[in-house]
């Protein structure tokens, strides 16, 4: 005859023999995180399957509000949320590069007054002085002397005229 907890041999006489009892460890407690699980401090019994464990979920994130970078020339815009417990950033809806500088009429990679007066150009002799860069700041489609005048403004008084897609 075995004892069914710690399988060790009885004696074959009709003995009552007593419960050894549980022999218990002690486990700390553990807090959960966003992404992991954490548990309470609980004990296991070294001889049998004993256990208080009590396992916690995993919390996830609590993102606040997301905050939206705008592409720019050469660099990808996205939109991106931070866990306020465990500051986890996450970027999505990746938008592409632009592949041109708002305003750089004349395609050299800067804004300065000659944009204003290339683009003014453009609208005098469009065949000679293409642009392909976007300058339609008043939104109406055309590319004219109102959006040459902006630009110019702008380069002059960049808070008052700040230029946007």
Partial sequence: MYCSVCNEELSRENKTIKAPGHNLI?????????????????????????????????????????????????????????????????????????????????????????DAIYLLFHTLLPEEYAVNQKCDFDGDGDLDSDDAIYLLYHTLLLEKYPLHK
Avoid: F
């Avoid at 966003?34 to 401090?41: D, K, L, P, Q």
């Avoid at 950033?89 to 007054?113: F, V």
């Fill in 26 to 114: 002690h486990h700390d407690a553990k807090d959960a995180t966003c992404t992991e699980i954490g548990w309470n401090a609980y004990e296991t019994c070294r001889i049998c399957d004993y256990t208080t464990y009590v396992e916690i979920s995993a919390l996830g994130h609590q993102y606040g509000t997301p905050t939206i970078v705008e592409p720019e020339y050469k660099k990808d815009g996205y939109t991106t949320h931070t866990c306020s417990v465990c500051n986890h950033e996450e970027k999505y809806d990746i938008t592409p590069a632009l592949t041109y500088i708002l305003g750089d009429a004349d395609g050299n990679e800067t804004i300065d007054s000659d």
